[in-house]
């Protein structure tokens, strides 16, 4: 960490210099001894009125203003922004900086090196192909947690990833040296977005243009949907595709809307017992059913200014869960706090705050700026929650956990058999009924089994013998993985400290994590190691099973490495319907583990107690955990830790000096990665061998001629899909499963299948993730189900209609055969179809499969302007229709006509689709008709719809 006042990077030519001054608004602002140039908001009219939010965007649209990209009447337009009116108005954004993790930053790296071929191919210039904008990249989604409760979990994890990754490390050190304005933070330092939030972001920029040091607000946007954590900081950024990355690291800016704003007001404070995992869980309950997809959200009001920082970003980090594009807190004296305790120079504080305060971003709580729709939470309200079993807006009150459980539970367990039963009763001497059953929960067709209380007809326990010859029961509702992880939470000492303090509390009770249960650690940041070890707290929880794991997301995004060998096969042999709580912000079906049906979100602490407890069927103020050395009954209010103990250890252990020294490597890292054998040179030599780095295959036969948009004719169905399909659904995710098509094309080509790694680490290899897109183990394409006797299979399976008969196929191998046909594929989906991650995958593979159009009933923001960045348009079934209703079933020829109207520079606001039945279809099946409607939304989308994508838009640009 740098002790004196440094620019971020050397003098540049920024894209999109501001060549117009149409307001005059080019100032000068000296903080102490420096003089930096400033564009100021003050000189457009209305100003005053905008949300926060809008005045970054205001500024940033004044300081690159050039007449063409950004023009006055974009300005005046946001000035005179009507918080009542539907967004119609289009801007361009220009973020001051691209960050990237390496599951999503190397398909970036990966087109970046093959434009640069490609521009050469061309004839132009291959060094134009570098980062315009300072792009970095935290690499942190590689580590698996493969070992855990252990001393050596760590070093041995990170170097089974050195192992497995040891390829697309050497490409991507190969990119910091090639690349221009790319910086990587190696493995085993810390998530991405928490290493943004203490080290990357500055909250106002400084950088020498034109040899002249402007300052501005810091923005970014991420490849990561999480990247909003940083709008905790008062930082404008978001989530967008890998594809948006590299158009805005190449100097595009990000063609948008000028939103709606959502005011919400905070007020009280937080009570004791509450955390902050609880307030975030409550919000995105809140906003989810207020609705805020396309919107963003502002924090304001006198409570704002008792919300810690670390709160703050935990609320900014779960955007993506409520839907919002950004959940915004302004910029006050927690900012700087917050700057000053994570190391930043005096300088870079006093800027912050000068600028602030010079451009009206202060925080001012008596002054309410006008918002779209307002909303309100007294924070004394909140009370304990956790979220699932599979989404994480299904906030459960903790209180009500145990017997929202038993009604979960009936839609994931396999029923007890009549010898289940009988085998319990002879094994227990249980009664046969019980009159505790659960509310809502249908009388049972077989008699009920008691065990310790409530409705247990979904119980089927199942004897466990472990390596060491004990043993134990497993049933359904097992807490198998208990995972303190994930950047929302290991940000945030309150709830870190609380999760060590309340283990400690049970060690010195004498309790003890269940032999079932998987307990992983995995910090945000060697900072967060530092003050468990100067606080003791490390040794507190590696007693209970919580052992460091890795520095990285591990858990939240699928790492989570085997569950224990025994309970595994007791799952898979049994199929019993486990559970995970983790301290994450994603427990999508199939995301965490294979063998997990159930998945929770809880607070840090609360996944001790779990890994305690050992069940989901268990309720915490009447259960207790166990006894003490006495004998007594412990129960969690026993070891539940007071916030004056939180704050008091907080106090003693958490210091500036650990950020400024666990910062000042940051890029450098440790021996394995400067030992490894880098490529140089400003083409990358692409290995034809390689499983992990492929060339691209997207500009293929490209010129610099556009090819006219055509109307899709022909075209089959490649799934019919139902209600809140995620990116997780579409995008591959997780492990590679053996004897699917990505698992036959690694052992093809001499992989073996302890190699096979996951897909995030498999991201620079187009051939491995075209096989593995729409291949979740959880997805339910219903048009299979015609020739399953109406049972829809789970997994990545079509009819391939080039087939006799319509059979059921790998999605992978009927594209195949539809593409070798000369055939297009469109989908039918339902609500909120790509909601989750911004995985640019989900849109590549989509395209790649061959896929022309995808026709929902709404779409999440980031997945509409990725199908499209690559070519695939985005189309909306008429409003209050779906494909159910209007009587399609997938069977059918379907054919969209108007599209060809973008050849002419006009955007049709809906286009006639026409399914014809098929030979495939039911017998007595009309030609349906309707019109869609384009969610093509701004004259930037259309034109890189009609290059065939953004990346062919881009690189026409720069020839």
Known sequence: ??????????????????????????????????????????????????????????????????????????????????????????????????????????????????????VTALGGDPSKINPLSPAEMVIDHSVIADLFGSPDALERNVEIEYERNGERYQFLRWGQTAFNDFKVVPPGTGIVHQVNIEHLAKVI??????????????????????????????????GVGGIEAEAAMLGQPVSMLIPRVVGFKLTGEIPAGVTATDVVLTITDMLRKHGVVGKFVEFYGAGVASVPLANRATIGNMSPEFGSTAAMFPIDDVTLDYLRLTGRDEQSVALVEAYAKAQSLWHDADTEPAFSEYMELDLSTVVPSIAGPKRPQDRILLSEAKSQFEKDIIGYATPSTSEDIVDLESKHSFPASDPGQAPGVEEPTTREVHINSGNREWSKPVEVTTPEGESYELDNG???????????????????????????????????????????????????????????????????????????????????????????????????????VLSGNRNFEGRISPDVKMNYLASPPLVVAYALAGSMNFDFETDPLGTDTEGNDVFLKDIWPSPDEVQATIDTSISREQFIKQYATVFEGDERWKNLPTPTGPIFEWDEQSTYVRKAPYFEGMSMDLTPVADITGARVMATLGDSVTTDHIS?????????????????????????????????????????????????????????????VEGGYTRDFTQPGGPQSFIYDASMNYQAQGTPLVIFGGKEY??????????????????????????????????????????????????????????????????EQLNEGVTPKTVRVTAEPSEFSPEGKQTVEFDAIVRIDTPGEADYYRNGGILQYVLRSLV
Not at 210 to 234: E, F, I, K, Q
Not at 860 to 874: D, F, Y
Request: with cysteine.
């Open 205 to 238: 920029y400084d950088r020498d243009v034109d040899g002249v040091l402007r300052a501005y607000p810091d923005t970014c946007v991420g490849t990561d949907s999480h990247t909003t954590m940083v709008n905790g900081l008062g930082v404008l950024g978001w």
């Open 732 to 792: 591959p995710a997780g492990n590679i499963k053996p004897g699917t098509p990505a698992a036959q094309y690694l052992t093809e080509h001499g992989v073996e299948r302890k190699d096979f790694n996951s897909f995030g680490s498999r991201r620079g290899n187009h051939e491995v993730m075209i096989r593995g897109t729409f291949a979740n183990i959880r997805l339910k394409n219903q048009l299979v189900s015609a020739v399953n006797d109406g049972k829809v």
């Open 1 to 118: 960490m740098e002790s004196g006042r440094q620019h971020a990077h050397p003098p540049t030519k920024e894209p999109h210099v501001s060549s117009v001054d149409s307001f005059g608004a080019k100032s000068t602002l000296t903080v102490g001894s420096t003089d930096y140039e400033i564009f100021r908001i003050e000189t457009v009219p209305g100003y005053e009125k905008l949300p926060f939010s809008l005045k970054v965007l205001l500024e940033n649209l004044l300081r690159t203003e050039d007449g063409a990209n950004v023009t006055k009447e974009q300005i005046q337009a946001l000035g005179s922004w009507d918080p009542d009116a539907q967004p119609d108005t289009e801007i361009q954004f220009t973020p001051a900086r691209v960050v990237m993790q390496d599951f999503t930053g190397v398909p970036c790296i990966v087109d970046l090196a093959t434009m640069r071929e490609a």
């Open 834 to 899: 790509g909601s989750g991650s911004s995985r640019d995958w989900a849109a590549k593979g989509t395209s790649l499969l061959g896929v022309k159009a995808v026709i929902t009933e709404s779409f999440e923001r980031i997945h509409r302007s990725n199908l499209i960045g690559m070519g695939v348009v985005p189309l909306q079934f008429p409003a209050g229709h779906s494909w159910e209703s209007l009587g399609l079933d997938g069977t059918e020829i379907v054919s969209i006509t108007g599209l």
């Open 478 to 580: 097992a807490v198998t993985l208990a995972a303190i992880t994930s950047c929302t939470n290991t940000s945030n000492p309150s709830v870190m400290i609380a999760a060590g303090l309340l283990a400690q509390k049970a060690v010195e009770k004498g309790l003890k994590r269940k032999p079932w249960v998987k307990t992983t650690l995995g910090p945000g940041s060697k900072v967060v190691t530092d003050y468990y070890e100067k606080s003791g707290l490390d040794k507190a929880l590696e007693a209970v099973g919580f052992y460091t794991v890795g520095y990285g997301c591990t858990i939240c995004i699928g790492n989570s490495g085997p569950l224990i060998d025994e309970v595994s096969a007791a799952v898979n042999d049994h199929d019993l319907a486990v559970t995970a």
